[in-house]
């Protein structure tokens, strides 16, 4: 794989980020998420960074909790700016946000995340617009399993990677069950990932958030190459006259029906 591709820590080893790194020695990954997803779990990696061994990795990003407590959002974002100093984006959670100003200090290494349908903000185009509204200089980390929990079609997606594709720092690969947990990729969330696949530039890293094991590594790895580093071919005349059509659903509902009517 020529891609830049990792995992998340959170999702290998839970509060775990020394063996979770520890599990991904040997493993043909370049990329990595260091994940902080509750707030206890900041300040020993900031403490910890120094010595991490990172030296397989192309591109390191770390995860900001996913809950803040007002009190100490300043604490937060002061740790997150050492981090953030080594030119590693900063994954959040837009509701997790309660003083813009202090996020805007990091500039284009804030990289906000598209929410699960429990959320109120960011799940769609729109509300994801009225965060960068106030977040100009944010980047954008697309969550393709969140976004199909939200539209099963993966319009909204699609429509995201339109409107914000300049943006885009990295994806996160999963899929979102029901309770909005991560799982191991199933061939429905492989098939719908495949669809928007060749949107995506090639220069965007892979975060896998799939909740598994160290002996799953490997085959989790394949299923995100078969999702999105194998992407459905559309030709283009066909693509422009659809688009032209402006059915925001249609599109990529057209896109599906073909496929399987080619199966």
Request: aromatic share 8%; hydrophobic share 45%.
């Amino acid at each position: 794989m020529n891609r830049s591709i990792g995992f998340s820590t959170g999702a290998l080893a839970f509060g775990n980020f020394r063996l979770a790194l520890d599990m991904l020695r040997g493993y043909q990954v370049n990329a990595v998420e260091l994940s902080a997803l509750r707030q206890p779990e900041l300040d020993p990696l900031c403490r910890a960074v120094h010595d991490l061994d990172l030296s397989q990795y192309d591109y390191v990003a770390v995860h900001a909790p996913s809950e803040i407590v007002p009190a100490m959002e300043l604490h937060v974002v002061t740790c997150l700016l050492d981090l953030a100093e080594r030119g590693w984006p900063i994954i959040v959670h837009p509701d997790a946000i309660h003083d813009y100003a202090l996020w805007r200090r990091f500039g284009a290494l804030l990289c906000v995340e598209n929410m699960d349908k429990r959320k109120p903000v960011a799940r769609t185009v729109d509300e994801l617009r009225s965060v960068f509204d106030v977040l100009p200089e944010a980047s954008f980390c697309l969550d393709l399993g969140h976004g199909r929990q939200v539209d099963a079609t993966m319009t909204e997606v699609y429509w995201m990677i339109r409107a914000f594709g300049a943006k885009i720092r990295q994806i996160h690969v999963s899929e979102v069950n029901t309770r909005s947990k991560h799982d191991r990729l199933s061939d429905a969330s492989v098939f719908a990932f495949k669809r928007v696949a060749e949107y995506i530039p090639e220069n965007i890293p892979l975060i896998v958030e799939a909740v598994i094991d160290e002996p799953d590594i490997s085959s989790e790895l394949q299923r995100v190459e078969e999702a999105l580093l194998k992407p459905l071919r559309v030709p283009q005349a066909w693509r422009n006259r659809e688009e032209n059509r402006g059915g925001r659903r249609h599109l990529l509902g057209r896109l599906c029906s073909i496929r399987m009517n080619s199966v």
